[in-house]
């Protein structure tokens, strides 16, 4: 039997939806909408439009969002200094700082200025650190990896025990997903650039989450048979049909992987719009932790 399809936008759409909801509610409150500020720093094109969309996602739910822009010979300092306004920014309840950060600037230390309380990505060392210890909570989980989750256990709600493979080690992505899968008791591994027999580790897992930037990698025969299938890639692929010259495909092979899989995240349409709502969710809970 083919794989059903995991819909990442209408869950993603029903999120938004709540949130609206609970933004609203707290304008009818008199409280005041929550703030997200974005930081984008230089031109990279992937990038510009990773925050318009952001923007448009906030807008659509009624979060008020302020995009700063530098430009890619900015100063250590001035990221800095931007970073420290809007931790003293009472209107600003999350900040968002686009990466990559063009070469020259030390990503660990702007990520490491940005108050914690309003961390909205989850890549502040403490609140990966947190992550990463038994028994400590993070203020805010990274937003894909958090998109992962919700994915995975909206179909598999209990992971004790379940052999978890993550592809992939990357601060962004796989390292956190395998951090949440781990605290949901599930067994993990992770696969990188120097794993052997890596499709013999594959067709182990009861859920394969893909974050590799490889188009189509895992094939059909990578997949145990009804296992949970997350693919986080986005690949440009050239296709002269395209108007673009050319389409995004994840790092999983679609049409084989869904005949052997039993659930499986389309690409464009999975992880991509949960990431988002992710994000959004995070900012709400952000203005609420400001509340008192
Ligand atoms: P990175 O390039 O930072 O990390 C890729 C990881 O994959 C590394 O750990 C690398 O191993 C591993 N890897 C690369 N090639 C191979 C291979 N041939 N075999 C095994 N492992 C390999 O990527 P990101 O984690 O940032 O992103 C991964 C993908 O997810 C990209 O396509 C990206 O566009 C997408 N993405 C999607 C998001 C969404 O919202 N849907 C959000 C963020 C990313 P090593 O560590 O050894 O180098």
Redesign the pocket.
């Known amino acids: 039997m083919p794989a059903q399809i995991l819909d990442g936008a209408a869950m993603a759409e029903k999120i938004r939806q709540q949130i609206a909801q609970e933004v609203a509610q707290r304008l009818a409150e008199g409280k005041p909408a929550p703030g997200l500020a974005t930081v984008l720093v230089g031109e990279n094109p992937a990038s510009q439009v990773y925050v318009k969309s952001k923007h448009k996602a906030c807008q659509q739910v009624g979060i008020r969002s302020m995009g700063y822009e530098l430009p890619a010979t900015a100063s250590q300092q001035e990221v800095m200094d931007l970073v420290k306004h809007l931790n003293d920014d009472p209107a600003v309840n999350g900040i968002l700082v686009q990466l990559p950060l063009p070469s020259g600037l030390d990503e660990e230390k702007v990520l490491g200025a940005i108050s914690i309380e309003k961390d909205v990505d989850g890549f502040h060392p403490i609140n990966i650190g947190r992550l990463a210890q038994k028994g400590r909570e993070p203020l805010f989980v990274p937003?894909?990896p958090a998109?992962c989750m919700v994915l995975i256990e909206s179909v598999l709600p209990d992971l004790n025990g379940a052999n978890a493979v993550v592809?992939?080690?990357?601060?962004?992505?796989?390292?956190p997903v395998a951090l949440l899968l781990v605290r949901a008791n599930a067994t993990v591994t992770i696969?990188?650039?120097?794993?052997r027999n890596?499709k013999e580790v594959c067709r182990s897992a009861d859920v394969l989450v893909?974050?590799?930037?490889?188009a189509e990698?895992v094939r059909g025969d990578w997949v145990k048979p009804g296992a949970v299938v997350i693919d986080?890639?986005?690949?440009r692929v050239e296709d002269a049909t395209q108007p673009r010259g050319y389409r995004l495909v994840?790092?999983v092979a679609f049409d084989e992987v869904k005949e052997v899989a039993g659930w499986l995240t389309p690409?464009p349409g999975?992880?991509?719009p949960?990431?988002?709502a992710m994000l959004l969710q995070n900012t709400l809970r952000a203005a609420r932790l400001s509340d008192v």
């Open positions: 937003c894909t998109g592809l992939g080690r990357s601060n962004i992505v796989g390292m696969c990188h650039s120097r794993t890596l893909a974050a590799v930037g490889r990698m986080v890639g986005i690949n994840g790092d690409v999975g992880v991509g949960m990431t988002i």
